[in-house]
């Protein structure tokens, strides 16, 4: 169902004002959308997944360990072709300081050191 003009017009002003005021978020969000574009990599991954569950439940019906291997094999590849599109968002390039500290140990200054 297409927007009306009134609802293209309130759709962009609130675009507009997002990043106006939060350009950081406004970013995060553009970037998380546009990496999950492609669902035809999620269909094929889906339907190889649910081939190795057949797969997988023949093998034990036959009572044949190789082909239920096999089954697992192409269940773990539907998954990974499936979710080789998403990104999770924030995960981006490491900002590791000089000094050495992770993430982990900033975290933990940072919640006692500011009492």
Same mark, same amino acid.
């Given at each position: 169902m297409a927007l009306s003009e009134r609802e293209q017009k309130l759709l962009e002003e609130m675009e507009r004002n997002l990043i106006e005021e939060d350009a950081g978020f406004a970013n995060r969000v553009r970037d998380v959308g546009s990496s999950n574009k492609d669902g035809k990599k999620l269909v094929v991954g889906v339907i190889t997944m649910l081939l190795g569950v057949v797969l997988l439940i023949l093998a034990v019906s036959l009572?044949? @360990?190789? =082909?239920g291997v096999v089954a697992f094999m192409v269940m773990v590849i539907g998954l990974v072709v499936?979710? %080789? /599109?998403?990104?999770? $968002? #924030?995960? #981006?390039? %490491? @900002?590791? %300081? $000089? #000094? #050495? %500290?992770?993430?982990?140990?900033?975290?933990? /200054?940072?919640? =006692?050191n500011n009492d």
């Open positions: 009572q044949v @360990a190789f =082909f499936a979710t %080789s /599109n998403f990104r999770i $968002p #924030g995960l #981006g390039k %490491s @900002a590791k %300081s $000089p #000094g #050495g %500290s992770s993430f982990f140990e900033d975290r933990w /200054n940072q919640r =006692f």
